[in-house]
């Protein structure tokens, strides 16, 4: 049975930095491509971030880039976000799913060609 668990959420002020993780247990983590999305209140789960199996390359949506690092450690099963200079908009709820193949495709990541999700991290941007 697949788990995915995601965790490091938090409370954090404006230009602070938080750092996502997500564990996956039950499938051969290094054989796909893994993606972050976000869901805040009343709006669509978006893709922010897709990494290849290998770990290049990667993708971020507009904002993101040099303030989110996506990063994986097949050997541990594990998939990172690491987030900085946090803005307000990025509250949401974060959460971590495979991809079908092992490599990132119909960027921005989307949600429909995505699986095992885990239940989501929280993350509360303070102004």
């Known amino acids: 049975q697949v788990q995915v668990v995601e965790s490091g959420g938090g409370l954090v002020r404006a230009g602070g930095s938080l750092n996502l993780s997500c564990t996956a247990s039950?499938?051969?983590?290094?054989?796909?491509?893994m993606g972050w999305f976000r869901q805040a209140p009343g709006k669509e789960r978006e893709g922010v971030s897709c990494?290849?199996?290998?770990?290049?390359?990667?993708y971020y949506i507009h904002d993101l880039w040099g303030r989110f690092t996506i990063s994986r450690d097949n050997a541990k099963n594990t998939l990172y976000l690491q987030m900085s200079s946090l803005k307000p908009e990025d509250t949401a709820m974060y959460y971590c799913?495979?991809?079908?193949?092992?490599?990132?495709?119909?960027?921005?990541?989307?949600?429909?060609?995505?699986?095992?999700w885990g239940q989501g991290t929280q993350v509360t941007v303070s102004s």
């Open positions: 990494i290849s199996r290998s770990g290049v390359p990667t």
């Open positions: 039950g499938l051969t983590f290094d054989d796909y491509a």
């Open positions: 799913a495979r991809a079908e193949v092992n490599y990132c495709v119909a960027l921005p990541p989307s949600p429909l060609t995505y699986s095992n």
